[in-house]
């Protein structure tokens, strides 16, 4: 199976919070959808960018202190 190029910080299978810059018309973002390997489109310019920083989600513990 041949391995595929990181495209991405973040290489894990579930989501990320990423951080977006668009060099073609310099505009920056941040985005709670974003994978492994994955890109998005700039809202202005329609260019395909990927992530330059990824943090992965965490998942929300909760404490249920029964009767």
């Given at each position: 199976?041949?391995?595929?190029?990181?495209?991405?910080?973040?290489?894990?299978?579930?989501?990320?919070f990423?951080?977006?810059?668009?060099?073609?018309?310099d505009?920056?973002?941040?985005?709670?959808?974003?994978?492994?390997?994955?890109?998005?489109?700039?809202?202005?310019?329609?260019?395909?960018?990927?992530?330059?920083?990824?943090?992965?989600?965490?998942?929300?513990?909760?404490?249920?202190?029964?009767?």
């Amino acid at each position: 199976m041949p391995t595929q190029k990181k495209l991405t910080p973040y290489q894990g299978k579930r989501r990320a919070f990423g951080h977006f810059y668009c060099e073609e018309c310099d505009k920056e973002w941040t985005s709670a959808n974003s994978w492994a390997n994955c890109y998005q489109i700039c809202r202005d310019c329609d260019t395909c960018v990927y992530p330059y920083k990824q943090v992965r989600k965490r998942l929300k513990v909760v404490v249920r202190i029964g009767i």
